[in-house]
């Protein structure tokens, strides 16, 4: 392990330990088949058109040295999240990711979807098999979340209570269906489905703020928002904070981990510097993950 290694693992344990916390929860970690993370770390080693600006992957490691590096860090249960960009290519991402989550203690069994023939099958079978998280990518997959292939899928996801964290904002780039209109369409249709926003909705902080105050099993998610990577392209409205408290609830904490620009510690010392408070980092960094994701699910009826 490297000095600089063993500084920023004390610097993360440091976080938690001093709020108390057993260690902490990401929501919105990576993990894929080989070649397709290879696919995604050359498109951010070519700063792609969604991007547009030098975005080198920190934690560049195998994947068993990610896992050790996210275990030394404190973290105790984590996603791995995955998604197609084309038809034909959930189901085999699905199989990865139980086969992954079996072989891996702490993480969430993660699956995802695309609008095609035969989706509601796959994911009720997802679901079936265990599947505590699913991740949809509006702005890779191209595709609008109201596509009435979906309507069922997100159907059973509300009935389920299997949260799912959708990429719905317009950042980096915006995309044909991205921004709170088209998903807003789908929580209209499925008040009770548990969207997890995924980077706070970034650019539109403000109107996914909105969107979380009239659905209350909407949940945001931190991750990259607040960094000075992120602040320095997107800054966060200073005048929206009072509003992070009164969501306090449902906010989680998420990283990006191992895609990110910048140390993991970075997304920590951000939240910090929010300056929102100790009860509000640990229900942000522990509590509310721990909640939405028990440690045994209960059986469905």
Excluded at 106 to 115: D, E, R
Excluded at 154 to 175: R, T
Aim: hydrophobic fraction near 45%; charged fraction near 25%; include cysteine.
């Amino acid at each position: 392990m490297t000095h600089s290694s063993a500084e920023e693992i004390r610097r993360v344990t440091a976080f938690w330990r001093d709020l108390g916390l057993p260690g902490l929860i990401d929501v919105h970690t990576h993990f894929m088949p080989e070649r397709v993370l290879a696919k995604v770390w050359a498109y951010f080693d070519a700063a792609g058109p969604l991007t547009a600006r030098p975005w080198p992957i920190a934690y560049r490691l195998e994947e068993e040295d990610r896992l050790a590096r996210l275990r030394s860090f404190g973290v105790l249960t984590f996603t791995s999240m995955l998604y197609p960009h084309k038809p034909d290519m959930a189901t085999w991402l699905n199989g990865w990711a139980a086969d992954f989550a079996e072989r891996t203690p702490g993480c969430l069994h993660t699956a995802t979807f695309f609008p095609e023939p035969g989706v509601r099958r796959y994911v009720a079978e997802a679901i079936e098999a265990g599947a505590r998280v699913f991740k949809a990518h509006l702005q890779v997959g191209a595709y609008d979340p109201a596509d009435p292939l979906l309507d069922d899928v997100w159907g059973l996801l509300a009935e389920a209570g299997v949260p799912v964290v959708a990429h719905c904002g317009s950042g980096p780039a915006p995309g044909r269906h991205t921004g709170p209109g088209p998903i807003g369409a789908v929580l209209a249709r499925h008040p009770r489905l548990r969207l997890i926003v995924a980077h706070m909705g970034l650019p539109e902080y403000s109107d996914f703020l909105d969107l979380a105050a009239r659905h209350p099993y909407v949940h945001l998610d931190t991750t990259m928002a607040f960094t000075d990577f992120t602040e320095e392209a997107t800054p966060f409205p200073r005048s929206e904070l009072p509003r992070l408290l009164d969501l306090e609830d449902r906010i989680l904490f998420g990283s990006d981990f191992p895609n990110i620009p910048y140390p993991y510690a970075e997304a920590l010392e951000a939240l910090a510097r929010l300056d929102l408070g100790d009860g509000w980092l640990r229900a942000v960094c522990h509590d509310n993950a721990a909640r939405l994701f028990p440690a045994t699910r209960e059986p469905r009826s």
